[in-house]
């Protein structure tokens, strides 16, 4: 078993990956990322019945990953 890709931090919360680098250029990759990080913000919250379908669709996967890693 290989060791996993974010260690827990203090408190237990695993730090989140470090982003995929889209552009070689470092100054447009940063931009990516902000118009990203600005998308995301300005996006509306996900309804209750949203936040369902999306655990309802992923559980499967999270399940396969988990029995993996095991």
Known sequence: MTAAASAPAAGGVAAPPARPVRFEDPA?????????ARN????????????????GIFAPVVAASVREAA
Do not use: C
């Open 40 to 55: 995301t913000a300005a996006a509306p919250p996900l309804t209750d019945e949203q936040i369902a379908t999306l655990r």
């Open 28 to 36: 447009r990759n940063a931009a990516y990322w902000d118009r990203i």
